[in-house]
């Protein structure tokens, strides 16, 4: 049995989220192909996440163990370690991620439990893990000139890839906000890929 988080960053309702639209779709084919897999949604909008408050990180250097994984903040790094496979679902924002999500990648980026240091520099924990990013963008970011400004998606595989995350796939439908693109087409085409993609996770 695997532990699946699905990490949820968009502020809109549900129901009126386009990216959700597809994680929700790979979800339930996901747990239609391995039913026995627990699935832990967390919604950080839900969670009310705040940014790391000022004065805190020295205490959270004596947290460890069981404390640590009821601690109000390093419980999450605890749960990002112990989980086997990872979907984030965020639109890009001002070409970056939605700063919550940011506040969360803080917040589970903690050296001694997702990552460590050594003699060599950084070494993941997180090791033999796989990830999907799913990603909704306005304007068109597979190709220059905006691939270069993208730091949505590049942002998330390198902070997961330092975590020790190198199976890392990104499902992106671009151009939803061009006025000329039929919407509906691209989200059908973006949740098709996101649904096969669910048969090999």
Same mark, same amino acid.
């Given at each position: 049995?695997?532990?699946?988080?699905?990490?949820?960053?968009?502020?809109?309702?549900?129901? #009126?989220?386009? =990216?959700?639209?597809?994680?929700?779709?790979?979800?339930?084919?996901?747990?239609?192909?391995?039913?026995?897999?627990?699935?832990?949604?967390?919604?950080?909008?839900?969670?009310?996440?705040?940014?790391?408050?000022?004065?805190?990180?020295?205490?959270?250097?004596?947290?460890?163990?069981?404390?640590?994984?009821?601690?109000?903040?390093?419980?999450?790094?605890?749960?990002?370690?112990?989980?086997?496979?990872?979907?984030?679902?965020?639109?890009?924002?001002?070409?970056?991620?939605?700063?919550?999500?940011?506040?969360?990648?803080?917040?589970?980026?903690?050296?001694?439990?997702?990552?460590?240091? =050594?003699?060599?520099?950084?070494?993941?924990?997180?090791?033999? @893990? @796989?990830?999907?990013?799913?990603? &909704?963008?306005?304007?068109?970011?597979?190709?220059?000139?905006?691939?270069?400004?993208?730091?949505?998606?590049?942002?998330?595989?390198?902070?997961?890839?330092?975590?020790?995350? &190198?199976?890392? =796939? &990104?499902?992106?439908?671009?151009?939803?906000?061009?006025?000329?693109?039929? =919407?509906?087409?691209?989200?059908? &085409?973006?949740? #098709?890929?996101? #649904?096969?993609?669910?048969?090999?996770?």
């Amino acid at each position: 049995m695997s532990k699946v988080l699905y990490i949820k960053a968009n502020a809109k309702p549900e129901g #009126e989220s386009r =990216t959700f639209r597809i994680s929700d779709s790979l979800i339930h084919k996901y747990m239609e192909i391995h039913p026995e897999d627990e699935i832990t949604v967390l919604d950080l909008y839900e969670e009310n996440l705040q940014f790391l408050p000022k004065g805190k990180l020295q205490e959270l250097r004596n947290v460890a163990g069981d404390e640590g994984r009821n601690h109000p903040i390093l419980k999450y790094a605890y749960q990002f370690l112990e989980a086997d496979k990872y979907i984030i679902s965020e639109p890009i924002w001002n070409l970056g991620i939605p700063a919550i999500l940011k506040a969360y990648i803080d917040y589970v980026a903690v050296g001694g439990i997702t990552f460590t240091y =050594t003699a060599h520099g950084p070494v993941g924990m997180c090791k033999n @893990k @796989k990830a999907v990013n799913i990603i &909704t963008r306005g304007g068109d970011y597979s190709s220059e000139p905006m691939e270069s400004l993208e730091m949505a998606d590049k942002y998330l595989r390198n902070i997961f890839h330092f975590m020790g995350i &190198t199976d890392f =796939t &990104t499902v992106a439908a671009d151009r939803l906000d061009v006025i000329t693109e039929n =919407t509906e087409e691209i989200l059908h &085409t973006a949740i #098709e890929e996101a #649904e096969e993609l669910a048969m090999a996770f």
